[in-house]
């Protein structure tokens, strides 16, 4: 992971079944300033069956409503084919590319194409045989909680230390296409960092680019963002994805906030220290003349005997003649 905040930009379904698109989106999250590209690795048998029953009926409302699952899988899924294609692409462009297993097919295909981290879905957080085979790897463990209690987290990563892989970074997620702003709840990244002792970060289906800005200032390592290059183009998952311009816009502004959130500092520097009050002669003072509050004050800048010691200086006497204007020191006090 870099020092910085990690942004990715996840492809997910919208390369529309076009490799021209997919290789042209790994081209604009390059331009906007992204880390990685996240692909996903599955065939619609890695997820489901072609069964039309109760169980895998149409969707009822959402973004997918009339749709079965398997019928949406069919859909989104990038051919495996052109996975290491995009990859290729993706790294003579400056990017990392990794994807999201669903099944040991998935990690197998990943490992062929030598890809650095593995990303478990938020809805296979469940799926402790397959963090285990992906963990086994040894390759950093990024898994979204979208779909978690807090026991689910906790099984899961304690799956991932067994294998002995303890790369390990969690991200807030709302499992909601979009996802209501209010529903995000932030304040669980700090809490995650600080129950699981992992790196944490977003996985973010809001609208907009400020719930990724809020979990850069809470503390995100990582923000992984959908990016489109046109949402009028359709797709499965453009309503909640960004285009070029504004995954740039949303970078950019990670950034800042990643600068901005630094480091805990109470340091006093010389010159902030030198622009604060100190005592000053006021007015001109003659050698064993009295200090009184008419010549001596707590001004701007900060030359002089520190505030503080003014009920000392009050009634002592100067111990040479002073001009008004002269910072105030145990020299001058007698």
Known sequence: MHKNVYCVAEMSANHLNDIDVALQIVEAAADAGADAVK???YTPESLSIDVKNKYFKPKEDGLWEGMRPYQLYEEASMPYEWQPKVKEHAEEHGLDCFSSPFDREAVDLMEEMN???YKIASLEINDLPLIRYAASRGKPMIMSTGAANLGDIERAVK???EEGNDDITLLKCTSEYPAPIERANLRTIPHMRETFDVKVGLSDHTLG???PVAATALGA???????TLDRSFGGPDADFSLEPDEFEAMVDSVREASKAVGDVD?????NDAKRRRSLFVVEDVQEGEQFTEANVRSIRPGHGLAPTHLDTVLGSTAAEDLSKGTPLSWGAVR
């Open 39 to 41: 692909l996903q690795t």
């Open 115 to 117: 890809m650095p981290a």
């Open 159 to 161: 799956t991932c230390r």
């Open 209 to 211: 680019t400020t719930v």
């Open 221 to 227: 390592q990582v923000i992984e963002k959908h990016l």
């Open 266 to 270: 109470y340091s006093l520097s010389e």
